[in-house]
């Protein structure tokens, strides 16, 4: 049987980690939190003392962290986990990161003999709980072709876009546009509610017209609107603001590092630095509407 490591089980490592079990994975699992140990526990899942533990024994090793200091600092370095990762076995980090970032680790790896691709993932908490993400692949075909079955029982579609660091790069150029979407789909809903509109209504008119989105649809900003959505339980749980800051600022790094002009990312990148700095860096990223409309 296929042992896996799973290393971060937060908001989206956590629904993964579950379905990887439910397809009948065994998992040895690591996470700061107890919390989400406990969870990865009750679920199947073996816990283990340190990342270290984790990955001992394991053909595959997959990590949802949240950011490029995190994934460097678990992979490299004289404490990181390469050193106990068993030469032939397969990487796949699963988090958003710095394209240079995951270069860097995916080299260091080689020359361990240990074969890493970047899989950074879309769709959400909801895509991950229903086992149908979208994994933008960076790194070896053959290495892909291993992952397949693993990516599988966790998603629905997979994209090979390019060599390492390549899956980082659409995956920002996605959530480029989707921040951008996120905060006008936010303004224009504000806009029909101070003319006295009914933000259902609305919603629902614009989720068959031309400003259609998966902010208009699934993660709808306007509390009430979407049952489902993060706004309707006080913006708890979904895609973090700070995480949403972080990728529009490795967006606008990427657009520097080739003079790119990304005028409406940089002005997104604004909007949830603001947003972040008006107390709601650890809410849903959706919550950029407060800005605009205080009471939603
Ligand atoms: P999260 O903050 O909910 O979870 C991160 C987890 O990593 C936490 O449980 C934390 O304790 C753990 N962690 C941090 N450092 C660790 C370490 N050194 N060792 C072990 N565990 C460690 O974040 P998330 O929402 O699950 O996002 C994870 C990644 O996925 C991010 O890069 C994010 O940008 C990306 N992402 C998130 C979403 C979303 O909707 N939440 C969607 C697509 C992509």
Redesign the pocket.
């Known amino acids: 049987m296929t042992t896996i490591a799973f ?8 629904p993964m980690a579950a379905n990887l079990l439910k397809a009948g994975y065994a998992l040895q699992v ?4 107890a919390a ?1 140990v406990e969870t990865a526990v009750a679920a199947g899942a073996h816990a283990a003392a340190t ?1 270290s533990a984790a990955v001992t024994g394991a053909q595959i090793v997959i990590s ?4 490029s200091r ?1 994934v460097e ?2 992979y490299l370095g004289d404490a990181g986990i390469l050193a106990a990762i068993e030469p032939g076995a397969l990487v796949i980090d ?4 710095a394209p240079a970032s995951a270069q860097k680790v995916a080299a260091v790896a080689a020359q361990r003999g240990v074969v890493m691709i970047d899989a ?6 909801a ?2 709980a229903a086992g149908s ?1 979208t994994f933008i692949v960076g790194g070896d075909a053959d290495a892909l072709e291993r992952a397949r079955p693993i990516l599988q029982a966790m998603g629905k579609n997979i994209f090979h876009v390019g060599a390492n660091g390549a899956g980082q790069v659409a ?1 920002l150029c996605n ?1 480029m546009a989707l921040g951008v979407i996120m905060a006008v789909t936010g303004e224009a809903l504000a806009l029909g509610v101070a003319h006295g509109l009914d933000p259902k209504v609305l919603s629902q008119m614009m989720a068959v017209s031309t400003s259609r989105s998966w902010a208009t649809e699934v993660c709808n900003p306007w509390p009430g609107v979407l049952e489902n959505a993060p706004a309707s339980r006080g913006y708890s749980g ?3 603001n700070d ?2 800051l ?2 529009l600022g490795l967006a606008a790094e990427a657009a520097m590092g080739v003079g790119a002009s990304i005028p409406l990312g940089e002005l997104a990148r604004n909007l949830y630095a603001m947003n972040s700095r008006a107390g709601h860096g650890g809410l849903d990223f959706s919550s950029v509407v407060k800005l605009v409309a205080p009471a939603a």
């Open positions: 290393i971060g089980l937060g908001n989206m490592g956590g690591f996470d700061l939190s989400a990342a949802m962290l949240p950011a995190h600092g678990l699963c988090s958003t990161i950074p993932v879309s769709g959400g908490t895509g991950a993400l995956k959530n979904g895609f973090g995480l949403m972080k990728d």
